[in-house]
């Protein structure tokens, strides 16, 4: 007598709960001389804790805009942003700049280290003002990061790559519950791109925090569980 062999059942999807990002029906325009371009047309995307997801596509669709939504930068026409549990579109400046002290952290394209700060000051700033300083993840990160002999220099001391590195550490150090990242090696070595890659995921399978990268590489978007493309202002349906 043949047996059938049991059903393969695809793996089951995170209970609402465990949704620590949930976008839905987001829409963002932008006026210009020549009139109302759109940028995103009514995105929807979730991300669980723990999970780690790489968002990817072509230049101009929308991919930074969303993460700044996202992140509170910058303000959506339309739709809404959960973020553990706190609705994004609703908050004061006030109120999404604590949602980005106390919850998730950014790694800009352009560093934004403050120029009067050393390295050192730099990397501990968010963490500090937070109040999650943890010296002995802090001197990891340092490590890691190659940071150690740059600690008592300054950002225009420093070169590009450098600069991200300790962008780089800032972010990590206050070990959010979602770390965003747009492009965040574009000025880093291949080794050094890894690396920060192996911290970050460090980060999630440590504290379940969820991650969110923009990148065009598809070698870094393989280390991630999830990839999701952006087209002309919409995801892609598989």
Known sequence: MTVAAPAVQAPESPPAAQKLLRVSHLTKNYETPQGRVPVLKGVDLTLARGESMALMGE??????????????????????????????????????AALRRETLAVVFQQFN?????????????????????????????IRRLGLKTLLERYPEQLSGGQQQR?????????????????????????????????????????????????????????KLQRRVRLSAGVIETP
Do not use: Y
Request: hydrophobic share 50%; proline share 2%.
């Open 59 to 96: 230049s101009g669709s929308g991919k930074s805009t969303l993460l700044h939504l996202v992140g509170g930068l910058d303000a959506a026409d339309s739709g809404e942003i959960l973020v553990d549990g706190v609705e994004v579109t609703e908050l004061s400046d006030a109120g999404r």
């Open 113 to 141: 280290l403050i120029p009067s700060l050393t390295v050192r000051a730099n990397v501990a700033f968010q963490a500090r003002l937070s109040g999650r300083f943890d010296a002995a993840w802090n001197d990891e990160l």
């Open 166 to 222: 300790a962008a780089i550490g800032r972010a990590l150090a206050v070990r959010p519950r979602l770390l965003l990242a747009d492009e965040p090696t574009g000025n880093l070595d291949e080794a050094t791109a890894d690396e920060f890659m192996a911290l970050a995921l460090d980060v999630v399978a440590a504290t379940g925090c969820a991650f969110l990268m923009v990148t065009h590489s598809e070698r870094l978007a393989s």
